[in-house]
Structures are given as structure tokens and as C-alpha cells.
């Protein structure tokens, strides 16, 4: 395992789920972070949490992905000890509604697309140029098993997906010329606050998705983030698709009565 403690690693959706299990994957394994999320009480209370409990330093901010002038200004005056990021993990995403797209809601497709397409470029605009100066760097953008596929409901989310996917093939080619690395994980269901977003709060819907059987766990995205950033510089794990046991594809699940 190559060693990563003291690297600067930033996160952006780090109040909840996949995001804030690998902040914390990466501040066990020694990491200096950046973490950010909309929810403010979240953030500053999980970046005292992760400095106090792994003592590693930890700038936690407010950050909405889908505002281009917020995103430049956050990492523009980052503290100068956090501003050399060398891994960015694009984890900030959402779906909302699965409904028919005929049925869907313009604002609802205009969420999707804003944060999970366009604040993911957003984000890597504003670090990638000093990865690619300092010719040291590793993109994990966390895409979807969704982004591989399709399926009734999904199908505005799933093509935000199938985005995060073209823009890490692409990006991977760009970078060519450096040493840097892009890297996607395409995770299929992990029981997160992904389901009760989506349903705009409904317990009872969200948990339907995850019943008789066991989905991942936000843990189980963040050991492969861990994985993949911790292989020595000259391995590239380009794509890692991650479905529970008992999911084959969205709709095909081994659930027990
Ligand atoms: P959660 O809802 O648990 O977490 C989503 C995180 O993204 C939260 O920290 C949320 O924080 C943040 N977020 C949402 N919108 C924005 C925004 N505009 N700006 C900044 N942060 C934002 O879901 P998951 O952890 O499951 O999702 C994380 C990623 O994993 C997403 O990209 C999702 O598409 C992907 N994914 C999820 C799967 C699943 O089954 N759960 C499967 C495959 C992929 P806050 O609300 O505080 O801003
Ligand atoms: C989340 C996975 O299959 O629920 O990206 O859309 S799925």
C-alpha cells in the first residue's frame, strides 16, 4: 500500500454518506483534508470530529458545487497549507424523482445536471490546474452503476451519470502528458441519505429501495476510494463498477421475502 499520510485530499459532499465515510477513510490513512458540503452545522461539526479524532488538520466549508463563482472563490482562498491538493474526490451528487421523464420536473433535471455534471467540472476546473503544474494528482469522480446503464424513472440522473463517465474517459486522455491520474467508481445501491433526497423525505419509499436484502454500505465506496488512491504511481485503476451481492442491474434484486 503506498503511503498517502500528509497529502492534502479533498471531498466535496462530505456531510453525509459516501462522501463522509471516505473524509474519513482518508483521515485514518493519515490525510490533511478539504471537505465541503452545503449543510454548514454538518460540515464544521465532521471537519472538528475527523481533526480531534485522526489529529490531522481538516478545513471543513460551506461550498454548493453548482455556483461556478462560489466554487473558484473556495479553493482561491483556501489556506495557503491546504491549497496543494493532490486528490480530489468528486463525490457531491443527488437524483431526484423517478418518475417518467415526461412527468419529471424541469427544476428537478436542472438540480441533477447543475451538481452532478456541471459542479463536478466546476470543481476539478478549479484544482486541476495546480495538479497539472506540480504534474501530481489523482481524480476520483464517483459516478454510478447508473451512469453504465438505464432504467425507467432514471433516466435525466442516469444521463448525468453516463457524463461523470465520458468526462473521466476524456479527462484520463487529456492528462495524457502528466503523471496524473482519473478514476471512476460506479457504485450500484448504497443505503445512504441518496434514497430519502430523491423522495424528498419519504421514509417509508426510501426504505422500500434497500429491503430484503443488503445494499453496500457508504464504508464500502470508501475502502475503494482508499484503494485506489493508496496503488503506487504508476497504477491507474481507471474504472471500478461496485454492486451489492445480491444486485445484478437496478430492477434485478435477489430479495428476500
Ligand atoms: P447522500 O445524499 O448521502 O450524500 C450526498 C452528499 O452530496 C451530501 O453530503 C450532500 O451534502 C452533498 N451535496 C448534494 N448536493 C450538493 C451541492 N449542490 N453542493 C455540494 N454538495 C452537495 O448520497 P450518497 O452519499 O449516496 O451520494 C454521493 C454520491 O454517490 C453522489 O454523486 C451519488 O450520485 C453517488 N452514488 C450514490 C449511490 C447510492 O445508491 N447511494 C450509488 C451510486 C452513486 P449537503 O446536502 O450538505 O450539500
Ligand atoms: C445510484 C444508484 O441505481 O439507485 O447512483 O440509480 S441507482
Redesign the pocket.
Known amino acids: 500500500m503506498y503511503d498517502i499520510s500528509g497529502k492534502i485530499a479533498c471531498v466535496?459532499?462530505?456531510?453525509?454518506?459516501?462522501?463522509?465515510a471516505t473524509a474519513e477513510a482518508l483521515a485514518e490513512a493519515g490525510c490533511n483534508l478539504v471537505i465541503?458540503?452545503?449543510?454548514e452545522d454538518?460540515?464544521k461539526e465532521f471537519s472538528q470530529y475527523l481533526s480531534d479524532k485522526y489529529e490531522i488538520k481538516c478545513f471543513g466549508g460551506v461550498?454548493?458545487?453548482?455556483n461556478q463563482k462560489d466554487v473558484e472563490k473556495f479553493f482561491a482562498e483556501l489556506p495557503e497549507e491546504f491549497k496543494n491538493i493532490e486528490i480530489l474526490v468528486n463525490?457531491?451528487?443527488?437524483?431526484k424523482d423517478m418518475t417518467p421523464l415526461y412527468e419529471n420536473k424541469i427544476s428537478d433535471w436542472e438540480q441533477m445536471i447543475d451538481?452532478?455534471v456541471k459542479?463536478l467540472l466546476y470543481v476539478t476546473k478549479a484544482v486541476l490546474p495546480g495538479m497539472v503544474e506540480r504534474d501530481k494528482g489523482h481524480i476520483v469522480n464517483?459516478?454510478?452503476?447508473?451512469g453504465r446503464g438505464t432504467y425507467p424513472g432514471g433516466t435525466v440522473y442516469c444521463a448525468t451519470?453516463h457524463a461523470v463517465n465520458a468526462i473521466t474517459n476524456g479527462l484520463r486522455k487529456d492528462l495524457l502528458k502528466t503523471s496524473l491520474r482519473v478514476t471512476t467508481i460506479?457504485?450500484?445501491?448504497?443505503?445512504?441519505?441518496?434514497s430519502m433526497?430523491r423522495f424528498e423525505g419519504d421514509q417509508a419509499r426510501s426504505d422500500k429501495v434497500y429491503e430484503g436484502y443488503e445494499p453496500l454500505h457508504?464504508e464500502d465506496i470508501a475502502d475503494a476510494v482508499l484503494y485506489v488512491v493508496t496503488r503506487p504511481p504508476h497504477v491507474n485503476v481507471s474504472d471500478m463498477i461496485i454492486y451489492p451481492t445480491a444486485q445484478r442491474d437496478y430492477h434485478l434484486v435477489n430479495r428476500k421475502a
Not at 186 to 194: K, N, Y
Request: aromatic share 2%.
Open positions: 466535496t459532499g462530505a456531510s453525509a454518506g459516501i462522501g463522509a465541503s458540503a452545503r449543510r454538518k460540515i461550498l454548493d458545487v453548482r463525490n457531491a451528487g443527488l437524483a451538481t452532478n459542479g464517483i459516478g454510478s452503476t447508473a451519470k460506479d457504485p450500484g445501491a448504497v443505503e445512504t441519505e441518496f433526497v457508504a
